[in-house]
């Protein structure tokens, strides 16, 4: 038996010579060099006695050695564990002990604060610096480059992704080799990757947009990341002349809209822009074609299922829809509470069947078996609706539903009327415990600059735009709605700092 994801990647470097890889301070390693370190790191690893299945935590600020960790991994079969670089050492705690993780690699700094956390659940711990330095960097750099990759299937496991846990326990989503080669190898077709392509890397890569879209994504097809240490408006813009992709999440378009330097000249080499993790606002897909003649290209994917759909590079990029279901994956609309499939147009469960999807959450049995159907759609949690064109649209999370007296309101319908008034930037609409009707709707609204705009003029503007039961009950304003490292909004926050509401 082979390697099935390092051998998929291996088929498709078809010249070692290319580069795989550049960084700001002139670095540059090509695929051979890659497979070279990558073989360092596994004979380090290897040494350590990790082996096939054991977890391999790890928690570090972003740097090629991250990439070379992962690559490493799937190398001598381990499972590859990134954490966030905001996780505390409470938080550490459970990952490692939940995991059960052979081996944890921190930054230097935080060993002194990992190694009684790691003693206690007998795990090894190394270090590795951003630059060349740290336990593991050492050991590696000593190892021989040759490695003999260890014999694994398409079903055995490559990584476990925490989910950002919004309710309850962060849960281990359990990915196999397939569920990324295969994932990677649509998106490749999709979006027309060549050898050719330069990615503009600004991601982090502890997540499943940064870890695995953009960088399997360049590995299957052989094209150069230009990898930034983190997201900068300006350095991203300055390698618009040089490379021909940017993945990001909205946040990375709606900054770059406030450079003045974003024009039809600066993009002109660009051949794609990418977003996904959190819903691009139409106004910012129709703002960004305005200045540079781009249509942004969203796509909808999530840690448990990789990428599910995408808008389609040669036919319309609809703003405010995350287009069709990649090659190889079925999506369907269902009544949450029956799971009985719904007519085109009605609003319901989003659900998903495909080699992309996971194998489960790691140690919770119950839990996996709850968000599977008996006909292996998983669950995915987001309410959607397919139009006429087959053109998925998500209205949100199932969480974020509001039912007030009984009827059921979709926080998208209200965001987006109210972001249609004149003065807004951009809304978050909750529901919050109302004493007559279960929940209230309540909106929060970031006005532009100089705008004054009050609770009365949304109000107004509102009025008959939508049904009387939909419409907030109480506004706020507030100068930046709450969002987390991939720019997701955080209701669960707004909902947390507004609980002590009274409606009157
Ligand atoms: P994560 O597991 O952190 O990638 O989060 C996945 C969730 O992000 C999905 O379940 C969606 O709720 C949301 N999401 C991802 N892409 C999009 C998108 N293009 N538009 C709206 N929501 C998205």
């Not at 990439?67 to 381990?78: D, E, K, M, N, S």
């Not at 919050?432 to 009707?437: A, I, S, T, V, Y």
């Not at 709707?441 to 009050?454: G, Y």
Request: one cysteine or more; glycine letters at 8%; charged letters at 25%.
């Amino acid at each position: 038996m082979a390697n099935h994801l390092f051998d998929t990647i291996r088929s498709k470097m078809t010249d070692p010579n290319r580069l795989f890889m550049e960084t700001p301070d002139g670095a540059r390693m090509t695929y051979a060099e890659l497979v070279a370190e990558t073989g360092r790191y596994a004979n380090a690893l290897t040494a350590l006695s990790i082996k096939p299945g054991d977890r391999v935590a790890v928690q570090l600020e972003k740097s090629p050695a991250v990439i070379f960790i992962y690559l490493a991994c799937v190398r001598i079969g381990a499972v590859f564990l990134p954490l966030n670089t905001g996780y505390t050492l409470n938080e550490l705690d459970y990952f490692i002990s939940d995991s059960g993780a052979s081996l944890v690699v921190c930054d230097p700094q935080a060993e002194a604060g990992l190694s009684e956390i790691a003693k206690r659940h007998h795990a090894q711990l190394e270090t590795h610096g951003r630059n060349a330095s740290g336990s593991l960097y050492e050991k590696a750099a000593k190892a021989p480059a040759d490695f003999t990759d260890v014999a694994r299937g398409p079903d055995d496991l490559a990584a476990i992704l925490y989910t950002s846990g919004t309710t309850g326990r962060s849960k281990g989503a359990m990915l196999s080799h397939d569920n990324l080669a295969s994932n990677a190898i649509a998106l490749v077709e999709t979006w027309r990757f060549t050898p050719n392509d330069i990615l503009i890397h600004a991601l982090p890569v502890f997540h499943t947009h940064g870890l695995f879209v953009a960088t399997n994504v360049t590995l299957i097809a052989g094209s150069c990341l230009i990898f930034l240490p983190k997201f900068d408006a300006k350095l991203v813009l300055s390698y618009m002349d040089r490379a021909s992709v940017l993945m990001g999440v909205p946040t990375f378009y709606t900054r770059l809209l406030d450079e003045a330097g974003l024009n039809k000249e600066a993009t002109a080499k660009m051949r794609l822009f990418i977003s996904g993790s959190a819903p691009l606002l139409a106004e910012t897909h129709r703002e960004w074609m305005k200045r540079t003649g781009h249509a942004i290209l969203e796509r909808y994917g999530m840690t448990e299922t990789n990428m599910n759909t995408s808008n389609p590079y040669d036919g319309d990029r609809i703003p405010g829809t995350v287009g069709m279901p990649l090659p190889g994956v079925e999506a369907r609309i269902v009544d949450p509470e029956t799971g009985v499939s719904l007519a085109r147009g009605e609003i319901g469960m989003i659900e998903v069947k495909g080699p992309n999807v996971f194998k489960g959450y790691w140690n919770m049995p119950e839990k996996t078996k709850a968000e599977f159907r008996q006909d292996g759609f998983f669950i995915t949690g987001d309410l959607g609706q397919f139009d006429e064109r087959g053109y998925l649209s998500i209205v949100g999370r199932g969480k974020d539903l509001i039912i007030s007296g009984g009827l059921n309101i979709y926080p998208k319908e209200v965001e987006e009327e109210i972001d249609a008034l004149s003065g807004v930037v951009e809304s978050a609409v909750i529901g919050l415990p109302h004493p007559d009707f279960g929940e209230g709707v309540v909106a929060v609204i970031v006005r532009e600059k100089n705008a004054t705009l009050d609770e009365k003029a949304v109000m107004a503007g509102l009025d008959g735009r939508l049904a009387r039961f939909k419409l907030p009950k109480r506004i706020f304003f507030v100068d930046e709605l709450p969002r987390n490292t991939m720019g997701k909004v955080q209701k669960n926050l707004l909902r947390d700092s507004y609980k002590d509401l009274r409606f009157n």
